[in-house]
């Protein structure tokens, strides 16, 4: 399975001249339990998670 089958873009949005907001959703099956870390694949919730100053394209 490679990267572009691990999730998808759900939105793109420029904020600004300088900044671009983009939202992912993770599509993988499988997902660790956040209290034993076994693998499971009944997915409960998927937290938002914000990554800021992410630099791409040079």
Known sequence: MGLEDAFTVVLI???????VK????????????????GLSSRINERPMIAVKDL????
């Open 13 to 19: 949005e420029r904020v600004d001249p300088a900044r």
């Open 22 to 37: 983009a939202v992912i959703a993770v599509t993988v099956r499988e997902d660790a339990c956040r209290g034993c870390g």
């Open 55 to 58: 630099k791409v394209s040079g």
